[in-house]
């Protein structure tokens, strides 16, 4: 019969999410967008605005966000208007748009980092060339979101992921330019990942007459 004494002495694993919010987080607001945007820009904090910036328009996840290399968004110097990457997950390329403000931020990114081809566009800490993490990502996150107010907790990489695709899905109701978008290889996925409910549906169904 086993030792009852050994049995209670064995210790218990802190499960993981203990004390954290977990799921899906949810997209920022397009005022919650703005309000970052400046107070990134009245910091002068260059980089992490072209950061902030190109993941809200790319809608990338977080590793190819970080992964990015300064060819993938400006292969002549400055920054183009469309942009391919391939991700990372699904092996798939995907197609993105850079906003006029975007490609402002990166390209006074670019002029002030002197950033070269073959070069990661956001690199870590660390002097030796490397990507930034995604932890570090993270971390970048949750001060732009606090300094507007927001609780941290509650946001996630994957909101900047979000927050465009969403605000194009409940302006357009087409499903399928959203998953084009993400690079989604189901529309299942694309319908789990909105969180799009029957309601959704029908209030946009109500929206089309025949």
Same mark, same amino acid.
């Given at each position: ?17 203990? *004390?954290? !919010?977990?799921?899906?987080? &949810?997209?920022? #607001? ?17 980089? $992490?605005? =072209? ?6 328009? @790319?809608? +990338? #996840? ?12 400006? &292969? ?9 990457? %391939?991700?990372?997950?699904? *092996?798939? &390329? ?5 906003? $006029? ?6 390209? $006074?990114?670019?002029?002030? =980092? ?23 990502? =993270? %971390? !970048?996150?949750?001060?732009?979101v606090a300094s507007i107010g927001l609780d941290p907790k509650l946001f996630g990489t994957h909101s900047l992921r979000r927050t465009k695709a969403t +605000?194009?899905?409940?302006?357009? *109701?087409?499903? #399928?330019? /959203? ?12 319908? #789990?990942?909105?969180?799009?409910? /029957? $309601?959704?549906?029908? @209030?946009? =169904?109500?929206? /089309?007459?025949?």
């Amino acid at each position: 019969m086993p030792d009852q004494n050994c049995l209670s002495a064995t210790p218990r694993r802190t499960p993981w999410n203990k *004390g954290k !919010l977990v799921g899906a987080k &949810p997209p920022l #607001r397009p005022k919650h967008v703005w309000s970052i945007r400046t107070r990134l820009l009245v910091d002068g904090r260059t980089r $992490d605005l =072209a950061l902030f910036n190109l993941a809200i328009d @790319s809608k +990338l #996840r977080g590793c190819d966000v970080v992964a990015l290399k300064v060819e993938d968004v400006a &292969p002549n110097g400055y920054a183009v208007d469309r942009a391919t990457v %391939r991700q990372k997950k699904t *092996g798939r &390329p995907v197609k993105f748009e850079l906003t $006029d403000q975007t490609r402002q931020a990166v390209d $006074d990114y670019l002029n002030a =980092a002197s950033k070269s081809l073959g070069e990661f566009l956001f690199t870590g800490r660390r002097a030796n060339g490397q990507c930034m993490t995604t932890r570090q990502y =993270a %971390r !970048l996150l949750s001060e732009w979101v606090a300094s507007i107010g927001l609780d941290p907790k509650l946001f996630g990489t994957h909101s900047l992921r979000r927050t465009k695709a969403t +605000l194009i899905y409940r302006r357009t *109701g087409n499903l #399928r330019a /959203v998953q084009l978008l993400l690079g989604h290889t189901k529309i299942e996925s694309t319908v #789990r990942y909105l969180g799009i409910e /029957v $309601d959704d549906a029908l @209030s946009i =169904a109500e929206q /089309v007459e025949v």
